[in-house]
């Protein structure tokens, strides 16, 4: 499949191949390397090497032979798809959905969904998650369809040119409008899949604003510094206000199967343009049924 093409501007005349690729196109050795082994560097149609010179409008074309993802089983079932292109697809995840199979989770996750779904029109069904939000948290997440749209997403993630917010429901009334939560996360000792708080932690950082103070809860929206497993639920439950029905950081709730918690919106540069793209889920039912009595 065909990953970019790129004209040459008149000031990159007599630039290598390599120059163009990791300069202008920002991409990985590694990336490279897999171009090369399947004949994907082509100028102006025709094959070419690393250290070929380009002249000012030749066009250069990458194009991969896209591999299937190992151990993943298409399965069909309905996604709520929230934006499509050609570059990548954002889906509002139901809580109770696991992003992509792992150790004992083989089949019945978003991740068969997608492939099957891709597989269906046309691709190859390979797995580009960009990111993953927890198994019981709804909300939106990305996946890109190639590896060029994959290596420009993550990027963007890691050098924090995404932003991502999100909407909880956390026990208590909060007293103060906004503020920062600025503690490092590490693992729980005696507990693999729990984090807490940690000097020796992950540095971890958390936004949050009061969007509606109820009788015994309070709303929030939350924006990411930094993207830690569990940071909502840790940063909230060590400030003392854990999210409602989280039973790893507070206690159940008798109108909740999972904790409140819901990746709202997304924003990103997006892999071929670089301009913002804004993605938003809503609110889902289990959530608005209490904030809303």
């Known amino acids: 499949m065909e990953l970019t093409r790129y004209r040459v501007p008149s000031e990159q005349d007599g630039m290598t191949v390599w120059a163009v690729l990791r300069n202008q196109l920002a991409l ?3 990336m490279i390397r897999r171009l090369k082994l399947v004949d994907g560097l082509l100028v102006n149609g025709m094959p070419v090497k690393t250290h070929h010179r380009l002249q000012a409008g030749d066009e250069l074309r990458l194009v991969a032979a896209d591999r299937p993802s190992e151990g993943v089983i298409p399965e069909a079932m309905p996604l709520d798809i929230v934006y499509e292109d050609d570059d990548l697809l954002a889906l509002n995840k139901p809580a109770g959905l696991i992003v992509h199979p792992t150790k ?8 068969n969904g997608v492939s099957h779904y891709l597989m269906a029109h046309g691709h190859s069904g390979r797995l580009h998650p960009v990111h993953r939000i927890d198994k019981e948290t709804s909300g939106l997440v990305l996946f890109a369809k190639h590896e060029l749209a994959h290596l420009r997403l993550a990027t963007a ?3 924090g040119n995404v932003q991502r917010r999100y909407w909880a429901l956390a026990e208590g009334v909060l007293p103060v409008e906004r503020g920062r939560v600025d503690w490092p996360i590490g693992r729980e000792p005696e507990h693999g899949s729990k984090r807490r ?5 992950q540095n971890a950082l958390t936004h949050f604003q009061v969007v509606r103070r109820f ?3 309070t709303q929030l929206d939350l924006l990411l510094a930094t993207g830690r497993t569990h940071q909502i639920r ?4 060590h400030l003392g206000y854990p999210l409602l029905g989280d ?27 670089g301009k913002a793209l804004d993605l938003v889920a809503p609110l889902p039912e289990d959530l608005l049924a209490l904030v809303d009595g």
Not at 104 to 111: A, I, R, S
Not at 197 to 201: A, I
């Open 28 to 30: 990985s050795r590694l």
């Open 157 to 159: 993630m890691t050098e």
């Open 247 to 273: 039973p790893f950081y507070g206690w159940p709730h008798p109108r909740l199967t999972r904790q409140a918690l819901h990746a709202r919106s997304l924003t990103v540069p997006h892999p071929q343009t």
């Open 215 to 217: 009788e015994a809860f």
């Open 104 to 111: 004992g989770e083989y089949v019945g996750t978003l991740g």
């Open 197 to 201: 708080v940690d000097p020796q932690g």
């Open 234 to 237: 840790v940063h909230m439950a």
